[in-house]
C-alpha cells in the first residue's frame, strides 16, 4: 500500500481540492492519504475563512484518511519553513509519496532549481540580486537564471529542497495544475481559492466552484485592523517579533495613524522588497506576538492529528514514530502555546469558538 502526503490550507476546499484527492486515488487507488493540514492563519498571510476543525471534517469527507496539523508557527511562515516542516511531519509519518499540483508539470525543472538553490554559492548570488531593491521572487529567479514565478511551483521547489536537504525518504510527484492562482475572473469549473475568495467579496455566487460555502466564517477586518494596531503603538519593541526586520518597524510606526483600513495600511508598507505577502506574514506575528527568541529554538517536536478514519486510525497505530503523536494540548511546547493564541485570536476575528476544540483533545474521527 502507497502512503501518500498531501500539503493544503483549505482556504477554501473547492472543486480543484476535490480534484486532487480525486487523482491520487485514481493514480494509487489502494493508497492511504495523509494531509498536513495548516490552520488559522496561512502561508501568506491569510487569515482562513474556514476553521480547522472543519477544514479537518471536509477532508475526511473527500477521502483523505489520516489529518495532522501544522503548527502556526510554521504554518504562518514563507514557502521554504513552511514546506519544511510539512515534509518533515510526513517523513515521521512514513509517507513514501508527496503528490501537489503544478503550474509546471515538470519534476526534472523543478528538481534542478531546488538543487540549485541548494548549491552552496546561490544564497550569495541571491543576496546581490536582493540588493538591487527587487523582491525575493525576482532575486530568485535572476540567481537561477530560470524564471519560474507562479506559487504553487515556487511552493513545490521548497518541497523538494527539503526532501533533498533534509534526506527525507519521500518521492515528489507533481500533477498538472488546472487553474491560475493570480487569475480572479475567470468562471471555470475549477478555480482558484483566491478566485473564489474575491467573488465571495463581490457578492458573486460561487456555489458552481465549492460545495463548502455553508462553512465560511466572515473575517472581521476591522477589529483585525485595530488590533494590529494597538499593538504597534503600545509595544516598545517590535524588532523583537519575527520576520519584523531591517528597521521596518519605524515603518510601521510612522504609517499606523495615516493608515484609514487594513488594506490601506499595507498598501502604505508595501515596497519592492516587502511585498504584499510578506508584509501580511509580519503583522500576524505581530498580532500572535511571536517572538524570534522563541522562534529559534522551535523545530517539529510533535505530530497533533486532528482527525481520521478507520483506515486512518489503523494506520496511526502500525506507527513507531520516534516524535510523540498527540491530540492533546501540552504546556511542555511553546509551539502548542502559540496554537493556542492564534485560535483565540481567529476566535475573535471570525466570532466562532475554534479554542473549543482546541482543548477538547479530541480528534475527528469519520464512521465507516
Do not use: W
Not at 486532487?20 to 487507488?29: D, R, S
Not at 532549481?113 to 538591487?132: M, T, V, Y
Not at 480572479?184 to 463581490?202: F, G, V, Y
Amino acid at each position: 500500500m502507497e502512503t501518500i502526503g498531501i500539503i493544503c490550507e483549505y482556504n477554501p476546499f473547492h472543486n480543484g481540492h476535490a480534484y486532487h484527492i480525486n487523482k491520487i486515488k485514481e493514480m494509487y487507488p489502494d493508497s492511504l492519504i495523509v494531509l498536513v493540514l495548516n490552520g488559522y492563519f496561512l502561508e501568506r498571510g491569510e487569515i482562513s475563512i474556514i476553521s480547522k476543525e472543519d477544514k479537518t471534517k471536509i477532508a475526511l469527507e473527500n477521502n483523505v484518511d489520516l489529518v495532522v496539523e501544522l503548527p502556526f508557527v510554521f504554518g504562518s511562515e514563507s514557502a521554504d519553513t513552511f514546506a519544511e516542516a510539512a515534509t518533515i511531519i510526513l517523513n515521521y509519518l512514513n509517507v513514501n509519496k508527496l503528490i501537489f499540483g503544478s503550474e509546471c508539470n515538470d519534476i526534472k525543472l523543478l528538481r534542478s532549481i531546488a538543487e540549485k538553490q541548494l548549491d552552496g554559492s546561490f544564497s550569495e548570488k541571491i543576496k546581490e540580486a536582493l540588493k538591487e531593491g527587487v523582491n525575493y521572487p525576482t532575486a530568485l529567479n535572476k540567481s537561477i537564471g530560470v524564471s519560474i514565478n507562479t506559487p504553487n511551483d515556487l511552493l513545490a521547489v521548497s518541497y523538494i529542497k527539503s526532501i533533498i536537504k533534509n534526506k527525507l525518504k519521500i518521492e515528489a510527484i507533481s500533477i498538472q495544475r488546472t487553474s491560475d492562482y493570480h487569475d480572479t475572473t475567470s468562471n471555470d469549473e475549477i478555480i482558484s481559492a483566491t478566485n473564489i475568495r474575491t467573488k465571495l467579496k463581490e457578492g458573486t455566487d460561487i456555489s458552481n466552484y465549492t460545495n463548502y460555502a455553508s462553512y465560511f466564517k466572515e473575517i472581521n477586518e476591522d477589529l483585525l485592523f485595530k488590533l494590529i494596531k494597538t499593538k504597534i503603538i503600545t509595544d516598545k519593541d517590535l524588532n523583537k517579533y519575527l520576520t519584523v526586520d531591517e528597521g521596518i518597524e519605524n515603518k510601521l510606526i510612522k504609517e499606523i495613524n495615516k493608515s484609514k483600513d487594513y488594506e490601506d495600511f499595507i498598501f502604505k508598507i508595501k515596497s519592492k522588497r516587502y511585498t504584499y505577502n510578506r508584509i501580511k506574514r509580519m503583522l500576524i506575528h505581530i498580532l500572535i506576538g511571536l517572538t524570534k527568541e522563541d522562534r529559534k529554538n522551535m523545530f517539529v517536536k510533535y505530530i497533533k492529528v486532528l482527525g481520521f478514519n478507520s483506515k486512518g486510525q489503523k494506520y496511526l497505530r502500525s506507527l513507531n514514530p520516534s516524535l510523540p503523536i498527540t491530540s492533546k494540548i501540552s504546556t511542555d511546547y511553546k509551539e502548542e502555546q502559540y496554537e493556542l493564541i492564534a485560535s483565540q485570536i481567529y476566535d475573535l476575528l471570525t466570532n466562532s469558538n475554534t479554542f473549543k476544540f482546541e482543548i477538547s483533545n479530541k480528534p475527528i474521527k469519520k464512521s465507516d
